[in-house]
């Protein structure tokens, strides 16, 4: 892999922080500090931001591609996209026009990330049965992936009505959204990924990261099978940059684990410990500490996986918008050069 062929990205659900005063910001600051993010990003030359999709408190942002837009406007080079489109839970016709716009409104920067998601509150808000869960993406990537070839579609499934020979406006100027799947680490999913010839995002949140090798291995394999041309693979994960290991770690300690407790709570997970906290950064896929640190793990997980992009997930919880700023500017002044000269 050489220098022009690893992108380094910067990935954010919006969560809800808090303010300096120790108390939750109103989801409309940190929306529009998330867009102060984004620029910092654009400016100090991340490659890539993604913007997550969620429908619950203790996050801001429901609609990815609006908040992608306004930073269109601020923005010159930072490609824009999901982190993820909940495409089980949406449509897909309207998921390629909404950002077939962002495209046109950024000059071609737009890309989407489609997947399950990790959160079920956008089933019932918007009437859908969860007991319909696999059906509801396998039908409606099906459906996508008609739409994007943006030619006349001709579909039928299950869950909808067919479409017989119509059109979907508007077009892509370049004539391809890309369009990536993320991936949890299912060898269903990596099939599915290469069936369709889309870039495979891997959603690595917890333990060693070359556990997911053989996944990889599998989607190359599986693009041969499929007569589909070579794709890019990449990776998303948790991380946060300090200027020194200690102090990466003790910024982020008790922000992580809040998040990390309260979902976990939800999900009949124990309390997390300072002690599992320090194993996830020494061993497994919590990205934490200096730019020196940092650019060392972030390489040696590209090297490993062949991955073309890394994707930084930088918000955690009510992580301050001061902390993320400054982890931003160290990720992108010093870092994202320090990973280059490593894999290049």
Do not use: C
């Not at 930072?78 to 489109?85: F, P, Q």
């Not at 599992?276 to 793990?297: C, D, N, Q, W």
């Not at 930084?312 to 982890?327: D, I, Q, T």
């Amino acid at each position: 892999m050489n220098q022009v062929t690893i992108e380094l990205g910067l990935d954010t659900f919006g969560d809800i922080t808090d303010g300096p005063d120790g108390k939750p910001l109103h989801a409309a600051q940190v929306i529009r500090n998330l867009i102060d993010e984004a620029v910092l990003a654009d400016e100090v030359g991340v490659d890539f931001i993604g913007v997550g999709e969620h429908h619950r408190a203790d996050f801001a942002v429901s609609s990815p591609e609006m908040v992608l837009a306004a930073i269109a406007g601020r923005t010159k080079r930072i490609r824009l996209g999901s982190a993820v489109t909940v495409l089980s839970s949406d449509d897909p016709i309207r998921v390629f026009q909404r950002f077939a716009i962002l495209d046109a409104a950024s000059n071609g920067r737009a890309e989407v990330i489609l997947g399950r998601g990790s959160f079920i509150e956008s089933f019932p808000l918007f009437g859908f049965d969860l007991n319909q869960y696999d059906e509801l993406f396998n039908e409606k990537l099906d459906l996508y992936a008609a739409v994007l070839s943006e030619q006349p579609v001709t579909w039928q499934g299950h869950l909808r009505p067919p479409l017989n020979n119509q059109s979907v406006f508007p077009k892509t100027e370049s004539g391809r959204l890309i369009t990536w799947i993320g991936v949890g680490g299912t060898p269903e999913s990596v099939v599915r990924a290469a069936r369709y010839g889309m870039p495979m995002m891997l959603a690595i949140i917890g333990g060693e990261p070359n556990r997911f090798a053989p996944f990889v291995d599998l989607y190359h394999r599986a693009l041969k099978q499929f007569g589909k041309p070579a794709l890019p693979v990449g990776v998303h994960s948790h991380g946060f940059v300090g200027e020194t290991d200690a102090k990466a770690k003790d910024d982020l300690w008790p922000d992580y684990k809040r998040m990390r407790d309260k979902i976990g709570a939800e999900r009949g997970w124990a309390p997390m410990s300072r002690a599992e906290f320090e194993r996830e950064i020494e061993h497994g896929s919590l990205y934490v500490g200096s730019p020196e640190t940092m650019a060392r793990k972030i390489a040696a997980t590209v090297k490993a996986l062949g991955a073309a992009r890394f994707d930084m997930k930088y918000s955690a919880g009510p992580l301050s918008h001061e902390k993320m700023m400054r982890s931003i500017e160290l990720y992108g002044r010093r870092v994202i050069p320090l990973v280059r000269e490593m894999v290049g």
